[in-house]
């Protein structure tokens, strides 16, 4: 493991973007693969579409035990923050906090956001812009498909606990894309979304691996986890057909890759998928575990 109280050594750290206030998020690079999701309207639906099921699904935007803190005043980070809304919401309730949200891709400027949150344009993957030990709280979801297994190791947790303060607190939210119940159609684009990723070294099934990373820094101690579970296809309701729209808009934007990782042509690749959407309908009752672990800097 690298150091976890200074900045590893082939880590460059530079400031692409430093206007801490609200400022567009462009869309100069479109169709990036940066995060091995689009950059674009269709992809700040779908994290509209995602706030909605995390906030069912967990009930409260965080786990750690920080609430006093939030209340009497401290600093946040979300990293990969997207569009802001769970800053948002969360600037929103704790009015004394300062929050802090770093993006790769810059902010809607004409959405409005609460005072005391402001957002930064920043690759992780460089190392982050700041101190040691600045915040008491570092937060981040959603991302296990922008990281290599490798990075989430020697870059990610390294640089999520060397910003964040003696006594503060680290927490992640991460899905694990193999599919629980799904039926053979939905296994088998499952399947070459895990082979598509890996390829790139990418480990679509983090989740598994989280616990023990952050366990072996022994920079955090009293790490907890919990693992939720969404339904996903019309059995499950409202919520369950948003999930659906969201997963199938993700597969949509990988078709020629996962038709090639699954070794069909792409129009073939569309007829599995619909096949797949039909089977997440079904009595297969299929359904996709999320893990929140978080824990305590030394
Ligand atoms: C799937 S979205 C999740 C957004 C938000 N966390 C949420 O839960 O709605 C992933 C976000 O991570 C950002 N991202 C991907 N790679 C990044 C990197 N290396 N550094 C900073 N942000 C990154 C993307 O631009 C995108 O906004």
């Not at 462009?26 to 269709?42: K, Q, V």
């Not at 296994?187 to 072996?216: C, D, F, W, Y």
């Not at 009595?283 to 824990?295: A, C, P, Q």
């Amino acid at each position: 493991m690298g150091n976890t109280t200074s900045s590893p050594n082939f880590l460059k750290r530079r400031r692409k973007t430093v206007n801490t206030s609200r400022y567009s998020r462009c869309y100069a690079i479109e169709n990036t693969d940066c995060n091995n999701l689009p950059n674009n309207d269709e992809e700040v639906n779908r994290m509209e579409i995602q706030s909605f099921l995390h906030r069912h699904m967990w009930k409260k935007d965080f786990s750690s035990p920080i609430e006093e803190i939030l209340n009497t005043g401290a600093k946040i980070l979300d990293i990969g923050c997207g569009d802001g809304a769970w800053l948002a919401q969360m600037a929103t309730e704790f009015p004394r906090s300062s929050f802090l949200g770093l993006d790769i891709s810059a902010i809607d400027q004409t959405k409005f956001y609460p005072g005391n949150l402001s957002f930064i344009q920043s690759n992780v993957l460089d190392g982050m812009p700041f101190e040691n030990s600045e915040f008491d709280y570092v937060h981040m979801q959603m991302l296990s498909m922008a990281f290599t297994e490798k990075e989430w190791n020697q870059i990610v947790i390294p640089e999520m606990i060397r910003i964040t303060k003696s006594g503060g607190f680290i927490e992640i939210m991460e899905v694990d894309l193999l599919p629980k119940n799904a039926g053979p159609n939905y296994i088998k684009v499952a399947q070459g979304l895990l082979k598509e990723l890996q390829s790139r070294g990418i480990n679509g099934r983090i989740t598994e691996l989280l616990p023990r990373m952050i366990e072996s820094t022994k920079a955090i101690v009293n790490i907890q986890q919990e693992i939720k579970t969404l339904p996903i296809g019309s059995w499950g309701g409202e919520v369950g057909e948003k999930h659906q729209e969201s997963t199938m808009i993700v597969l949509r934007n990988f078709a020629p890759q996962l038709a090639h990782a699954i070794g069909i042509p792409t129009y073939q690749f569309n007829g599995l998928l619909a096949s797949a959407r039909e089977e997440m309908d079904d009595e297969w009752k299929t359904f996709v575990n999320f893990l929140r672990i978080w824990g305590q800097k030394v």
